[in-house]
């Protein structure tokens, strides 16, 4: 339903908290990640849906976004930050308020180096 909110576990590369604001036209997703010692990042996109079925179940969705990765090198070095544009595209299935996605997330580097990369993966999310 609009205005929906959508939490969640997205588990590949990388594997991290999802959320999504639910809006027929546009939803925004969030994926934040981190591992414990040294490591964070977060991935924002606009997401754009298309029906796949008559029962508005499956959809395939896609939209552009961003992403900056932060890793702690250590009190003597310098962190590494990474910055970039990304898009993000999938299949998601709606039963009720339980959502289970499949996604692929294409990255572009513009700080610290100019390097493309592939993300994804799959999760759920429950919506409140």
Known sequence: MPGDVGIGVHIGQPTGLTLKAYSPGTSLDILAAWDLDDFFFLNLHAIYDAQLNDENTVHFFYGPGGYI???DRGSELDDDIELGVSGAFGLDFLI????IF???TPRLSLVQTTNFDMGGGVGFRIYL
């Open 69 to 71: 990765g932060i890793r």
């Open 96 to 99: 009720q308020k339980f959502e």
């Open 102 to 104: 499949l996604q692929a």
